[in-house]
């Protein structure tokens, strides 16, 4: 098991940025591939990003293409989601979650693959 403690949330006008940490301890996160979710008020929860455990391949939900970055450095046990050119529709708690499942250059889009979850960060955008 690794324990995940995500930060980096906060409030931001639209147009600005952020950047989410998903902070892993107890084991190796180097063996774990990582997505990022987020859950907005009586929705569903949805994909946003996620990278496998090499960092070398990452998808990401076409409504933030080209404005999310998913990145790691797995010597500092750390997965990133930058967040530019925010929008009041993304506001949502952000949540992080890790797999082993899968090969080196795996990432999954299917909440169902993860199986270490971490309590999330709530991201609010103004208009």
């Known amino acids: 098991q690794v324990q995940l403690v995500e930060s980096g949330g906060g409030l931001v006008q639209a147009g600005g940025s952020l950047r989410l940490s998903c902070a892993a301890s107890?084991?190796?996160?180097?063996?774990?591939?990582v997505g990022w979710f987020r859950q907005a008020p009586g929705k569903e929860r949805e994909f946003v990003a996620a990278?496998?455990?090499?960092?070398?391949?990452?998808g990401y939900v076409d409504s933030v293409k080209g404005r999310f970055s998913i990145s790691r450095d797995n010597a500092k046990n750390t997965v990133y989601l930058q967040m530019n050119s925010l929008k009041p529709e993304d506001t949502a708690v952000y949540s992080c979650?890790?797999?082993?499942?899968?090969?080196?250059?795996?990432?999954?889009?299917?909440?169902?693959?993860?199986?270490?979850w971490g309590q999330g960060t709530q991201v609010t955008v103004s208009s």
């Open positions: 979650a890790a797999t082993t499942a899968g090969l080196t250059g795996t990432y999954y889009s299917d909440d169902a693959r993860y199986d270490n």
């Open positions: 107890g084991r190796t996160f180097g063996i774990y591939a």
């Open positions: 990278i496998s455990r090499n960092g070398y391949n990452a």
